[in-house]
């Protein structure tokens, strides 16, 4: 996927000023920068849900995984994901629910899950909706530690499966380390740095890579 000369502006605020970024099939792609940056702004543009001057190349079909679930509140853990299924492809439903520890839960409304279980339920929508590239706008932010170390794993183990096309956005620069195979750096609109990761997603979580003290230094501007 490329994005060629994207700019996006908000009357008279540029939120995105003639970026261009290049995301291989099958990446991980974190974007990181301050509140304002212009991170959720970037998905918006791949999704199409606004207008922007530039080129989106290959970006397809988009699915979307939000920090808040967006569960469907009339609708059992089952149905919200057979409403963005195909009718054939219902039957991948089980085997997602079992995977994503959910099995047994399927007649259950949203509101009787715990929060934990209600974003196990968007993640798997998200990677069951059929779609060329997923993006996640900050989807473990709300999350206590031990949930979000469940969830990062748990979303790593999703995506080894296919190799799906991921952009990421997070405040949390361990979460870009652990996830991602690179880190692309916003500060006002605009790129600032791009930092590859050694190795594949998913990293121990309790490791420390090197690259993390040059994620947070390049945040810091240092």
Known sequence: MKLVHISKNYGETAALKDISLTIGAGEITAVLGESGAGKTTLLNVIARNVSYTGTVEGAGRVSYLFQSPKLLPNLTVEKNLKFVLDKNDWGKIPLMLEKVGLAGKESVLPHRLSGGERQRVAIARAFLFPHDVLLMDEPFSSLDLSLKKSLLSLTGELWRENKETVVFVTHDVHEAVLLAHRAVLLHKGAFIADI???????????????????????????
């Not at 890579?209 to 501007?221: G, H, K, N, S």
């Open 196 to 222: 590859p990761f050694a190795g594949e997603p998913v990293r121990d979580f309790f490791s420390r890579p090197p690259e993390e003290e040059t994620l947070v230094r390049a945040l810091m501007r240092e």
